[in-house]
């Protein structure tokens, strides 16, 4: 997945990890890696869920910034 957020928002992986966990209910298993950059980041999440995860984050705010997540 494609996130507009990163480092320069405050961003870690760890922050990631919980809202996708946190938003979907899902188990920490359907989450690879995540590689946070300055204005964005990707992250490895398992394809049967990867949906699910954008239609939920695409409706957060994080850290006070609006969420836009789009499946690669």
């Avoid at 188990?27 to 999440?45: E, K, M, N, Q, Y």
């Amino acid at each position: 997945l494609f996130m507009s957020i990163g480092e320069e928002m405050g961003v870690t992986v760890s922050h990631i990890v919980g809202a996708i966990l946190g938003e979907t209910g899902l188990p920490p298993s359907v989450i690879g890696t995540v590689d946070v950059r300055a204005r964005h980041l990707f992250a490895d999440v398992s394809s049967k869920h990867a949906s699910e995860i954008v239609a939920k984050l695409n409706r957060t705010r994080f850290k006070g910034h609006p969420l836009k997540v789009r499946a690669l």
